[in-house]
């Protein structure tokens, strides 16, 4: 089993930023995707980023040029820095792991901001 704790949540003032970290505990092999999601009040959780073990990034419109994912595949661990960070950014953050037999996500961490 594949938990994962996310970290780094908070209140920030529009224009700032904020770092995420998500580290995963447990057993799982071969090719992986970690990544971020959000869900806002009232809407569908969406994707944010993510990195595949092999390096390769994916990320949504809305964030292009503002977040950058890493990760540190050593400690099992991916960061999210969120760089001019707006309101419309608010949600509740969610990390994520998949491969062909796991799919995890984490209890959530809650970024706010406020304009």
């Known amino acids: 089993q594949v938990q994962l704790v996310e970290s780094g949540g908070g209140l920030v003032q529009d224009g700032g930023s904020l770092r995420l970290s998500c580290v995963a505990s447990?057993?799982?092999?071969?090719?992986?995707?970690m990544g971020w999601y959000r869900q806002a009040p009232g809407k569908e959780r969406e994707l944010v980023a993510t990195k595949t073990s092999g390096g390769v990034t994916n990320y949504a419109d809305s964030v292009k040029g503002r977040f950058t994912i890493s990760r540190d595949n050593v400690k099992n661990t991916v960061f999210l820095q969120m760089n001019s960070l707006k309101p419309e950014d608010t949600a509740v953050y969610y990390c994520?792991?998949?491969?062909?037999?796991?799919?995890?996500w984490g209890q959530g961490t809650l970024v706010t901001v406020s304009s």
């Open positions: 447990g057993i799982f092999f071969g090719i992986n995707v």
């Open positions: 994520r792991l998949t491969n062909s037999v796991v799919n995890s």
